[in-house]
């Protein structure tokens, strides 16, 4: 609703959102192509690949297939892409629900082994409330360390920050405070000497959504913006979400990688209305999954501040 009061409001006044919320210091922000799921170590490769010839700098991914398999992926895909290209491996969930989480000495011990294929990031390897161990990770300075995805609160954000647990602070805009949330953490984080990455998981909107803002704050501080690549027919990527782009009437305009922020009014975009019948609301957890042990049933929701719950 914020986002499209702000939109509202640029087209009114004949501005951009950029304007509105701090004023652009620049037109492009980089993004990084986010896929990576429920794959053998060549079919990451094989899509990170893929993901590069799309003109993407960046392709994250999200393991889980043990250590050594994880470790081999990663290896693959940096053989498949070559030493310029930038890997992020994000732990999320993976290596932490049921009873056969990877354990702290392993977790130490794989990001270790990940410093030799040159990662630009490992996300959320560890329980995202413990910055403790955040930090004592990222005192090994193995790896660059990322978390914030899942912070409940603004206050929890300035722990994260404040203690320096991370290297990369992540923030949705959609489901953790909006714009205002985001424009007082990001002078913690200039402060703090960290960086800034959003997490974006939905739609061209919320992409296009993000990049107003980050593009109010220079590289040095706001340095990426995830951009999730769904499957076609013709184009690698995960699971196939033709929504996601099919909601814009004009699509987002990428150059080398980087998305080219518009400068005509409030988001600069025009939403094609004909999806609110082909694609309906259905509320509800997004989807089921199944943790073998112990034995339960988990859903996910669209705050990716809650926790998995059981249903």
């Known amino acids: 609703m914020e986002i499209a009061l702000y939109d509202l409001l640029g ?19 980089r993004l990084y192509g986010s896929a990576g799921m429920y794959m053998p170590a060549e079919k990451y490769a094989a899509e990170a690949k893929a993901i590069a010839e799309l003109g993407f700098r960046a ?12 470790l081999e992926t990663v290896r693959l ?9 930038d890997l992020m491996v994000d732990a999320h969930t993976w290596w932490r629900m049921g009873d056969r989480n990877y354990v702290a000495a392993e977790i130490e011990r794989l990001a ?8 630009a990031w490992l996300e959320e390897p560890l329980p995202p409330d413990d910055h403790e161990s955040y930090k004592r990770l990222k005192a090994l300075d193995y790896v660059p360390i990322a978390s914030g995805e899942h912070e ?4 929890r954000y300035l722990d994260l920050i404040l203690t320096e647990s991370v290297d990369y602070v992540q923030m949705d805009v959609v489901c953790q405070g909006g714009y205002p949330t985001a424009r007082r953490i990001f002078p913690e984080v200039a ?10 998981w939905v739609t061209s909107i919320e992409v296009l959504a993000a990049a107003h803002l980050g593009i109010c704050w220079a590289e040095s ?3 990426w913006l995830e951009y999730p690549c769904y499957s076609t027919p013709s184009q690698a990527g995960m699971y196939p979400f033709p929504l996601a782009a099919e909601m814009l009437k004009e699509p987002l305009e990428i150059d080398h990688g980087d998305l080219v922020v518009p400068r005509k009014p409030g988001l600069g975009i025009d939403v094609d209305e004909r999806v609110f019948d082909k694609y309906p609301w259905i509320p509800g957890p997004w989807s089921y999954f199944q943790i073998d042990s112990p034995r339960e049933r988990k859903s996910v929701t669209s705050d990716h501040s809650e926790q998995w719950y059981g249903r």
């Open 11 to 29: 087209k009114a006044k004949g501005i951009p959102v950029s304007e509105l919320i701090g004023g652009r210091v620049r037109d492009q922000i």
């Open 59 to 70: 392709y994250k991914m999200r393991p889980g297939m043990g250590p050594e398999q994880d």
């Open 77 to 85: 895909m940096r053989e498949a892409v070559g030493p310029d290209f």
């Open 112 to 119: 270790g082994q990940l410093a030799e294929y040159n990662i």
């Open 152 to 155: 409940p609160s603004e206050s």
């Open 191 to 200: 402060r703090a000497g960290l960086k800034f990455a959003f997490h974006s």
């Open 221 to 223: 501080v706001v340095e």
